[in-house]
């Protein structure tokens, strides 16, 4: 089982290096990430963007960018096209997310006939490591699905939980978010949550036990389920949190990469190819543990 980010650096530095096309590169977060991980033989960059104003940036880094391949394109959208060509014509086998806007990369990723969707839903995961919680935890779906539907919902499951098997957990343990731990018709995040815990108890969704609607608190801490008699063996324990909407996700991502500095890192799942997806203003660790999540995990 892959406890923390070390471990996963570890297994990141022993696999082969893989190419990877960063999509508007000139953003000093997301080039010295990149670069980093050049430097250990995680990656093998394409720097895709203004070519002056990457060298700019990185020579104000200090960053020695030797033979690294650049290719110029100009702006968001062309990056973000050139990227994601790089990617469907096999020159790199994962594409990351520098100064583009997250819908721009991923209308490119998602076209028909230029991108590099796959045959399931495509869903973003975070990957944190909070120091007074035992384990690593996937939280879904910050950054991709607006307001996703009960279908969307099972397709955002079995994403994390390809992921959370992939960090070495067996059966995760899924706990869909509300703001209460009872059902109550007047929130529909509630509904959802019952009916995701019965398809998972019935075998229609499989390799993980899913139980909800939890509370935040409920979901992460044993105490809280005693206080509140919840007795669940998803409550206090969980692997994976499914919050309800991307606000909620997204607030709770950017409570933690903003208010804290624990390790986290952001990928997208179930395109054809891994894609490295953080905010543009996380920090240059946050990207570079993102590296390692899309190079070792997808
Ligand atoms: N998985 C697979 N296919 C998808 C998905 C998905 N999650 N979403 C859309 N598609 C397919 C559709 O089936 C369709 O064929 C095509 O893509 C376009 O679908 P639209 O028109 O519904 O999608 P868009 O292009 O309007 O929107 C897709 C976005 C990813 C741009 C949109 O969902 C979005 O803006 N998401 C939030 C991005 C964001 O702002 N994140 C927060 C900050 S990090």
């Given at each position: 089982m892959i406890k923390n980010f070390d471990e996963l650096e570890k297994i990141a530095k022993e696999n082969p290096s893989r190419s990877v096309a960063l999509a508007m590169a000139e953003e000093s977060d997301a080039l010295a990430a990149i670069m980093s991980a050049a430097g250990a033989d995680i990656v093998s960059p394409i720097l895709v963007g203004n070519g002056d104003e990457i060298r700019r940036i990185a020579g104000e880094l200090g960053i020695e960018l030797g033979d690294t391949r650049i290719v110029e394109a100009e702006g968001e959208y062309d990056s973000a096209e050139k990227a994601v060509e790089l990617v469907k014509n096999g020159e790199a086998d994962c594409l990351m997310k520098g100064k583009t806007a997250t819908s721009t990369i991923m209308k490119a990723a998602l076209n028909k006939e230029k991108g590099i969707r796959g045959n399931s839903l495509l869903s973003h995961i975070s990957i944190a490591n909070p120091p007074n919680y035992p384990k690593l935890l996937v939280i879904t779906d910050?950054?991709?699905?607006?307001?996703?539907d009960l279908d969307a919902k099972i397709g955002i499951i079995n994403n994390a939980v390809s992921i959370s098997r992939k960090l070495g957990v067996d059966k995760p343990k899924v706990a869909v978010i509300g703001a209460v731990e009872k059902v109550n018709p007047a929130m529909p995040a509630t509904m959802d949550a019952a009916v995701l815990s019965k398809m998972a108890q019935r075998g229609q969704i499989k390799n993980c036990l899913i139980d909800g609607p939890f509370a935040l608190d409920n979901a992460l801490s044993k105490k809280s389920c005693e206080v509140k008699g919840i007795v669940s063996e998803?409550?206090?324990?969980?692997d994976i949190l499914l919050l309800p909407t991307i606000e909620a996700a997204n607030v709770l991502y950017k409570s933690l990469s903003v208010l804290t500095d624990i390790p986290m890192a952001g990928i997208i799942l179930g395109a054809a190819k891994p894609i490295i997806l953080?905010?543009?203003?996380?920090?240059d660790r946050i990207k570079y543990l993102s590296i390692l999540a899309g190079v070792s995990l997808v």
């Open positions: 910050a950054a991709m699905n607006i307001a996703p998803v409550g206090g324990d969980a953080t905010s543009r203003a996380d920090s």
